[in-house]
């Protein structure tokens, strides 16, 4: 199921507008208490100081977990690509058959793997996991019926190499379900909530224009919209590609012509 997050120009206009609101309620505030004859606390320029460091801190720790990971998830990318590549060749030391017909799941199983990162509909995805589920299991079985019917170390090396296919694939889905946490979100709205408020005040005393109540609203939500794109796997402007496996598509459809003799 689609969070907001998952939304990122939807987590922008909706900050955006909260932000905004919470300055010009903290600007009614001020304004009702300057009404009454009620002066600030002396301190309160010190709280805000504060408060702004704190939401500043907090945004860039989570703009850093979000990179984490978006980075973790081209990582886990290449290496399944390598995985996959690495065993198409070790499948020729099994029987010509058995290679014959790993090579052909394979090639079945890397466009499986490239529909995994480029769909964004959920059911195409929930149907791309279990065609992927299946040809795991008839990839295992091909390589593991081979493996027993001739021991060897030229057949353990393949089934190895499986191993490492299928790890990887396990990898690169436990990296896209690797999310900021919610409550990191929900901790960084909060505050920003708060700030936003006491700048609303602060602006509105100091006798300037409500436009500067705009300023940290929009960088905030530019903020939270950058943190929400490369958080998000599927929906965001920035996204990972599989570059490598369809760099190795390419080169499995047409490979490199032998070295003469």
Not at 78 to 106: C, F, H, K, Q, V
Not at 214 to 228: E, G, Q, R
């Amino acid at each position: 199921m689609n969070r907001l997050t998952d939304f990122p120009l939807l987590v922008f206009v909706v900050s955006l507008a909260a932000l905004w609101l919470c300055a010009q309620l903290g600007a009614v505030v001020r304004r009702s208490r300057e009404a009454r004859g009620e002066k600030s606390p002396e301190t309160f320029t010190v709280v805000l100081s504060a408060s702004l460091t704190l939401l500043g801190l907090i945004i860039g720790f989570t703009f850093s977990m979000a990179v984490n990971r978006y980075d973790m998830r081209k990582n886990y990318e290449e290496s399944e690509a390598n995985a996959i590549g690495t065993e198409y060749l070790r499948a020729g030391l099994l029987p010509a058959s058995d290679a014959a017909m790993t090579r052909l799941l394979l090639r079945s199983y890397l466009d499986q793997r490239i529909l995994f990162f480029h769909s964004r509909d959920n059911e195409r995805r929930t149907q791309i996991n279990e065609r992927t589920s299946q040809l795991q299991a008839q990839l295992w079985s091909t390589v593991q019926n081979a493996a027993l019917a001739q021991p060897s170390a030229l057949t353990s090396l393949a089934s190895a190499g499986m191993n490492d296919v299928l790890n990887a694939q396990g990898y690169t889905q436990a990296a896209w379900w690797n999310r900021i946490p919610p409550a990191a979100w929900l901790l960084m709205v909060l505050i920003a909530l708060m700030c936003n408020l006491m700048l609303g005040y602060a602006v509105i005393g100091a006798n300037t224009r409500s436009l500067l109540l705009a300023i940290l609203p929009v960088v905030v939500s530019v903020a939270f919209f950058l943190i929400a794109d490369i958080d998000s796997p599927r929906f965001g402007v920035i996204r990972v590609s599989a570059q490598n496996l369809l760099s190795l598509a390419e080169e499995i459809a047409h490979p490199a012509p032998s070295a003469p003799q």
